[in-house]
């Protein structure tokens, strides 16, 4: 969010108002909603103030280090929820039930919110709103959709099978990608370890010898030397990184755009290919699921690409919404972004002629969910490449530096 300066005319006096949005274009428009009646003359955008400021990054490092509430969860609650609509048991005496039941304290918490909302008086859709972010903008749009067919029941559990399919690849690719990286620390740790403990055992020898030491025995008495003075230090600015990396990635709209969009970039070998794979099957996953439903394609595009984690893909998407309002076809609108393969292009605009958009879409789903699995079960071979490579590197740096001394060492005696 940004702060700016609206000079406003209101009741013939002048005013500036400081406004937070998140353009200048927000900014009017909030503007105009708190003084109805006001003349908006000029908007520029400024500093915020230091409290503002403080603020914001309290609640940002709150937002980075806030714990997620567990996938499964959320997909027991709205099992739950399904199940109890479907046989007949009123909303607000099923949310109660499911808040009671709930081991989650922050599920319990908004459950229990929600319940009071409804009894209130707000509808189902309206009371869930808040937590969007929580349970994701598909689960506002089920939502939406149980209440205008009034069948909840149905609704929720598309919902909980479309979590289901976004779970099952996440959790395969996170054990797909455990190992390697088990391997790479354990290989870190023991060549920190024996460059601590080894390296300077045969210090005082190499600091006796009247020639220049080999490059790669340099490199490890200078690594030595790092990690016995700065060892702390080091292991500090890498945790700060890390830190700073993530509070960054999801306070600042600008710092995740660049992140994502070098995420995505070829030169990141099957890391750009898996996160391409699996946001375009949840995308179409979703968005396919709601055109099932009934909702239509404007609607269900905009809760889809709310889906979309990566922004510079997300960007790609948003161009769709944009270009199926004024009036392009779904085909023609998905061509443009060049996320798609022309057979699958083929297929959508097949879908659209003849009316069968959501088994075109299906089909387009299980194209990606195909060359995704590929790639997971795969991922073992295409990655030992690199860690061959990486721990023969190690190893390669750790025998030359200690040994060529050595024969450099066995030559002069002979000699």
């Known amino acids: ?69 567990p996938i499964n969860d959320k997909i027991s609650t709205i099992r739950q929820i399904a199940v109890m609509t479907d046989a007949g048991i009123a909303i607000n005496d099923t949310l109660e039930d499911v808040a009671d039941n709930t081991d989650n304290k922050q599920l319990k ?24 972010e929580e349970f994701g903008h598909v689960a506002l749009a089920m939502t939406n959709l149980g209440e205008r067919t009034g069948n909840i029941s149905e609704s929720y559990h598309k919902l909980a099978d479309i979590l289901e399919s976004i779970r099952d690849n996440t959790n395969k690719f996170k054990k797909a990608i455990r190992s390697p990286l088990i391997t790479l620390t354990a290989m870190a740790i023991a060549f920190t370890i024996l460059i601590m403990v080894v390296v300077p055992k045969f210090k005082d020898i190499f600091e006796r010898f009247k020639t220049d030491l080999p490059l790669p025995t340099q490199i490890l008495l200078k690594l ?49 290919k898996a996160i391409f794979l699996s946001t375009m099957h949840k995308y179409n996953l979703v968005f396919g699921q709601l055109v099932k439903s009934g909702i239509p394609v404007s609607e269900a595009l905009d809760t889809a690409v709310g889906m979309v984690d990566n922004l510079a893909i997300k960007e790609q998407f948003l161009t769709v919404n944009n270009n199926i309002k004024r009036g392009m076809n779904l085909s023609e609108a998905f061509k443009i972004t060049g996320l798609y393969e022309n057979m699958l292009l083929q297929m959508i605009k097949a879908g659209e002629a003849s009316g069968q958009l959501d088994k075109m879409l299906e089909k387009v789903t299980n194209y990606y969910d195909m060359e995704f699995q590929d790639l997971i079960d795969n991922l073992a071979t295409y990655i030992e490449p690199i860690m061959l490579f990486f721990i023969a590197g190690l190893v390669l740096l750790m025998a030359l530096g200690i040994f060529m001394p050595m024969w450099d060492l066995g030559k002069a005696v002979k000699g």
């Open 224 to 272: 030595e030397w790092a990690f016995s003075n700065y060892g702390l230090l080091i292991l500090a600015i890498i945790i700060g990184l890390i830190v700073g990396i993530k509070y960054f990635y999801k306070t600042n709209d600008d710092f995740k755009y660049k992140m994502d969009k070098l995420m995505i970039h070829p030169k990141f070998y099957l890391i750009n």
């Open 109 to 132: 918490e908004i459950y229990t919110k929600i319940n009071n909302d409804i009894n209130s008086g707000k509808s189902f859709s309206d009371a869930m709103e808040p937590y969007t």
């Open 1 to 69: 969010m940004k702060y700016f300066n609206v000079t406003i005319m209101n009741n013939y006096k002048k005013s500036i108002e400081l406004i937070k949005a998140d353009n200048k274009i927000g900014a009017v428009t909030v503007a105009k909603k708190k003084f109805p009646r006001a003349i908006v003359m000029k908007t520029v955008e400024t500093s915020a103030p230091f409290g503002e400021a403080f603020s914001d990054m309290f609640s940002g490092v709150q937002k980075t280090f806030k714990s997620k509430i």
